[in-house]
Structures are given as C-alpha cells and as structure tokens.
C-alpha cells in the first residue's frame, strides 16, 4: 500500500501525464475516475437485496462523502457520481455539494436494485425515479447510467430504448471482457 506522501506524487504524476515506470513516455493520459455513490449497506452485501432492514444500518456515506469531496478539491479531480436514488433522498445536501463541486452527476438505480432482476416495467419505474430523486437534490437533470452490480446483459435487451425513453444518452455499464459481473464480451474497445 502507498503512503499518503507517495500518493501525493502518483496524483502529481498522473495530472502530468506520466506515471510509475513510464516517465519518459510523451504521450499525455487522460484518466477518468468514477464513483458508485452508495452506502455499505446498498452495494455488494447481503443486505443490498433487503431494503426493508436497511433503516437500521449505521449511515457512513455522509462522513466518506465529505471526505471524498474534500480530497477531490485538495486534488483539483473531476469524477461522475453515480447516485442511488435512495441515497439522493436521504443526503440532498451531500448530492447537492457533489453538483457544486462541479462533478458529473449520473444514476446508479433508485435502490440499487440488479437490472436483470426487474422486468422492463419495473426497470422503466426505478430509473425514473431514481432520475427524479437525484434531479431534486442536485437541481441537475441526470443523463448517464450504470447498472448497479453491472447487472445487465442478454437477460435485459429492451435497457437501451428505456434508458433513452428516460432521457439517458450515457450508460456506463458495458466492458468487452467475460468475468463475474462483466458478460459482454465482444463489446466495442473504445467508448
Ligand atoms: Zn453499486
């Protein structure tokens, strides 16, 4: 693991265009962070399939958040927020201070529900209230998409049309590889 005064010169170094082992390439990288905003409780854990009990989980994204922000100033980094719906009506101040920072706001589910796990009704449901969820507390209109768990493939051919019936024009989800939660392979290399 890197110290925090390595990490400090890897940040540099990827802002110049260069990183470890590669400082004498000329060629500018361009990086793109982006971030799954959720809490614990919402991703990949047992509990993410059980809202119900969701109530009673300690709230850690307020505190990760502010913490998130900060560094990304102290850092001068641009990310795009993928923001569960739920998480929107929760923290509307914390969604609202990520669209100050100027951050690229986009969705990431309203309850962080597996797309291939809903039918297209249920999926054409979620996504707009998620889009309206997250539009309340940032004041901005969403148009970029990926799938929590990255849960779509074959199972879900009719994502596009909803996702563009909804006024989405970005989704974030596919990868030309094969593994766990990636399953289009074949996929275009570039974006
Ligand atoms: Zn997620």
């Known amino acids: 693991m890197k110290s925090k005064a390595d990490l400090s010169g890897l940040i540099a170094a990827c802002r110049a265009?260069?990183?470890?082992?590669?400082?004498?390439?000329?060629?500018?990288?361009?990086n793109a962070l982006t971030i799954d905003?959720?809490?614990?409780?919402?991703?990949?854990?047992?509990?993410s399939r059980r809202p119900q009990e969701w109530a009673r989980f300690e709230r850690r994204i307020q505190n990760a958040g502010m913490w998130?922000?900060?560094?990304?100033?102290q850092y001068r980094v641009q990310a795009?927020?993928?923001?569960?719906g739920e998480v929107a009506r929760e923290h509307p101040d914390?969604?609202?201070?990520?669209?100050?920072?100027?951050?690229?706001?986009?969705?990431?589910?309203?309850?962080?529900?597996r797309v291939d796990s809903m039918n297209r009704s249920?999926?054409?449901?979620?996504?707009?209230?998620?889009?309206?969820?997250v539009e309340k507390a940032s004041g901005v209109v969403?148009?970029?998409f990926r799938a929590p768990c990255f849960s779509i493939g074959k199972r879900t051919p009719w994502l596009w049309e909803e996702l563009a019936e909804a006024g989405v024009s970005?989704?974030?989800r596919v990868f030309p590889i094969r593994s766990l939660l990636y399953v289009l392979p074949g996929a275009p290399l570039q974006p």
């Open 94 to 113: 914390l969604v609202r201070a990520i669209a100050a920072q100027g951050h690229t706001i986009g969705l990431h589910g309203d309850m962080h529900r």
């Open 142 to 144: 969403p148009r970029c």
């Open 68 to 73: 998130l922000l900060a560094t990304l100033a």
């Open 17 to 30: 265009g260069a990183v470890e082992g590669d400082e004498a390439s000329a060629e500018p990288v361009s």
């Open 170 to 172: 970005v989704d974030s």
């Open 122 to 133: 249920e999926f054409a449901a979620d996504i707009r209230a998620n889009i309206a969820a």
């Open 80 to 84: 795009t927020f993928f923001i569960v």
């Open 37 to 47: 905003f959720e809490d614990w409780y919402q991703g990949l854990t047992s509990t």
